[in-house]
């Protein structure tokens, strides 16, 4: 259990409060509904009211603009103890700082006065979006274009897998300014309103896990945006989306733990129920193998996963490394946790009855947005033989 | 309007923790404390009061010195500053020096409305707040179930349960109100207001500063005395019953039918 780790990890105490805080409403109020969302696949609009309500959304934003100015570590704590309940609700704040984080990095102060005190109140949501159909692990093949028009860009493309496309107020969206440059300089990033003429949803996606959070297509047909919605320099968007990454992976790892950490208690307590053979089988060496597994290596991902908050937040040169390396672990983790959850269950873990099925669904995503888990070990690995690479002369 | 809130640290009930210690006093480390279940709904019908009609709130509690720690959470929920008699003679403290010592706290301190929970979790004696009320001469409305204060006319009208229904009662302010669960849900503090409560003023006051002599309070002179407690004899084995809900009920049907219980 994760009850001993403020000590262990050393939170500080504003930490450990604020993350009492979140799991006590995870808990009381946002497990209870986990299952519903799941099975109407239908957006849960309450919880987004209720983690406004709770200023859960306001922390990744600065206290000048309402918001609580959270370090890293503490965004993913948020996001770890409502994953534990439901990962479709974690994700509310996740893709909220996620669409955010272009702005908080990159964005001038006229653009973060404008927009975050709506969004740090969780009045407006805000959508991240980068992936097209033609470019997901491979940015730099982005097809949709913002060519300049006076005092506007005119932008023009389909972005696919838009986690909260289809709900957000505004989206970040990356597009070739100059087809010309080198391939990681010709992206730029804007802001684009709900509302602006020629903007729209194509489609929504039918999916695997996460079933309640609603994945857009994204359609951009000759959208005018103002030259006041470019965020940072033109042909910086590479950067700016890789910048983000750094920030937002952790986020996806903490998720990934606070998963591993609701299956792992459901297996757990369902062994000390179940009774075979005469006694309940946690009793069983076999089943006890799985748990044990189950609890190391789900600590393992949340010490990565912490370190890696603290190395960025720190301002580590190699932040994209840690950031990469603690979603691939976690990830992992998330899966292998939720499948052996089912395992322990046996049939009863196959069913809808129980959470673990769900939980085991929604793994999966873990393991394939912000990033695939072979682009983490292409970055890790990259980052780890820069390092050993010998001098040139 | 000013509204006091009496509050008090309790072993958490949810911990099932609760013994006593071998001075047959409650064991305090036992168990990690809460505030009083009652008294946050209390403290929930003074936030939504102020809200309405303007003012402040301010935590009253008698405890030992570790309290600071539990009151900030009914900080975070919204009240403006906490007051903490505390002083190592009211240790083994009876309800009556209870009673004497918020009464003499409340002296101190301006208010237009006291209120309290109907009951703590720990003791259940359930008499404090009237004798809190019976000392200063206050008008005591006791289980509210609505509370409707019209500060400009100087009174307050209080729905109280009764076995039959409701009584309607009106009496002038300053008054103390005995609160209970009816009146309202206590919301859970937000990420802000635990952010604030660290901040927030929680004043200390011994017996001294009340001017009460330690002789006349606490447990040398109790007038009730704890002889004993015994846990609640042990249920049988549990059954868990799983599966949907149609399966479920026909399972603790049949498990009931059997036994000749329906």
């Known amino acids: 259990m994760t009850a001993s780790l403020a000590s262990a990890y050393r939170l500080t105490e504003e930490q450990a409060l604020l993350r009492e805080a979140v799991r006590t409403l995870a808990e009381e109020r946002i497990a209870p509904r986990a299952a519903e969302i799941d099975r109407s696949a239908e957006f849960p609009w309450d919880i987004k009211e209720l983690l406004a309500g709770q200023d859960i959304l306001a922390l990744p934003f600065p206290p000048a603009y309402g918001g609580l100015g ?18 479709t609700s974690s994700l509310i704040l996740a893709v909220q700082e996620l669409g955010a984080l272009p702005l908080l990095l990159a964005g001038s102060e006229a653009q973060q006065a404008r927009w975050f005190p709506d969004l740090a109140a969780g009045r407006t949501l805000i959508a991240f979006a980068l992936t097209e159909a033609g470019a997901g692990s491979d940015p730099a093949a982005t097809r949709t274009r913002a060519t300049r028009d006076g005092d506007d860009y005119v932008l023009e493309g389909t972005k696919r897998f838009i986690t909260h496309g289809s709900i957000a107020d505004l989206v970040t969206v990356f597009a070739v300014t100059d087809p010309e440059a080198p391939r990681h300089r010709n992206l730029s990033c804007f802001v684009v309103e709900k509302g602006m003429t020629g903007f729209g949803v194509g489609r929504l996606e ?10 857009a297509e994204l359609v951009f047909d000759r959208v005018r945006v103002p030259v006041a919605n470019r965020v940072g320099a033109e042909g910086e968007g590479f950067s700016i989306a890789m910048r983000t990454f750094e920030r937002s992976r952790p986020g996806i790892a903490a998720q990934a733990v606070g998963l591993a950490q609701g299956a792992l208690d459901v297996a757990a307590r369902y062994a000390t129920e179940r009774l075979q053979f005469g006694r309940p089988i946690g ?9 044990a597994d189950m609890d190391a290596s789900t600590e393992a991902a949340r010490a990565l996963t912490y370190a890696a908050c603290a190395a960025v ?10 950031a990469a390396a603690a979603k691939l672990v ?10 052996d959850a089912v395992q322990v269950l046996g049939g009863y873990g196959y069913l809808e009855e129980f959470p673990v099925e769900r939980m085991m669904r929604d793994a999966k995503i873990t393991q394939l947005y912000e990033g695939t888990q072979q682009i983490q070990r292409l970055v890790v690995a ?7 690479q010998p001098a040139r002369s | 309007m000013r509204i006091v809130v009496l509050v008090k640290p309790v072993p958490d009930p949810a911990a099932g923790a609760e013994r006593l210690d071998s001075n047959l006093r409650l064991d305090r480390a036992a168990a990690p404390a809460v505030v009083n279940g009652n008294d946050e709904y209390a403290l929930e019908a003074a936030l939504k009061l102020t ?9 009253l509690s008698m405890a030992p010195a570790s309290a600071p720690e539990t009151l900030r959470k009914a900080l975070a929920m919204g009240a403006q500053r906490g007051v903490l008699v505390s002083d190592p003679a009211l240790a083994g403290s009876c309800t009556l020096s209870t009673t004497r010592v918020l009464a003499a706290a409340l002296r101190t301190l301006e208010f237009d409305l006291v209120l309290a929970g109907v009951d703590t979790s720990d003791g259940q004696a359930g008499v404090v707040a009237a004798g809190v009320a019976a000392l200063l001469g206050l008008p005591y409305l006791s289980y509210a179930a609505r509370i409707e204060p019209d500060p400009a006319a100087g009174r307050v009208r209080v729905r109280r349960i009764s076995p039959t229904g409701y009584d309607l009662l009106e009496a002038p302010l300053p008054a103390l109100v005995s609160c209970t669960q009816v009146l309202g849900e206590p919301r859970y503090p937000s990420l802000k207001g635990i952010m604030a409560a660290r901040s927030k003023e929680i004043a200390v006051r011994s017996l001294a500063d009340l001017g009460l002599d330690p002789a006349a309070v606490g447990g040398s002179v109790a007038t009730t005395r704890v002889l004993g407690a015994r846990p609640p ?4 084995a549990t059954r868990v019953v799983r599966g949907s809900p149609q399966e479920s009920a026909r399972e603790v049907v049949a498990f009931l039918a059997e036994r000749r219980l329906i």
């Open chain 2, 51 to 59: 809200e309405a009609h303007g003012g402040e709130v301010t935590l």
């Open chain 1, 206 to 215: 039918h999916k695997m896990g996460i079933r309640g959070s609603p994945t």
């Open chain 1, 382 to 388: 990259r980052s780890l033989l820069r390092r050993f």
């Open chain 1, 313 to 322: 937040e720190a301002g580590a040169t190699d932040a994209g490394r840690w």
């Open chain 1, 330 to 339: 976690a990830g992992d983790t998330a899966m292998r946790v939720t499948t």
């Open chain 1, 70 to 87: 959270a370090d890293l570590l503490t965004v993913c704590l948020a996001i770890e103890e409502i994953a534990r309940a439901c990962v």
């Open chain 1, 283 to 291: 009793e069983l060496q076999m089943v006890q193998a799985l748990l």
């Open chain 2, 233 to 236: 004899a042990a249920r049988g």
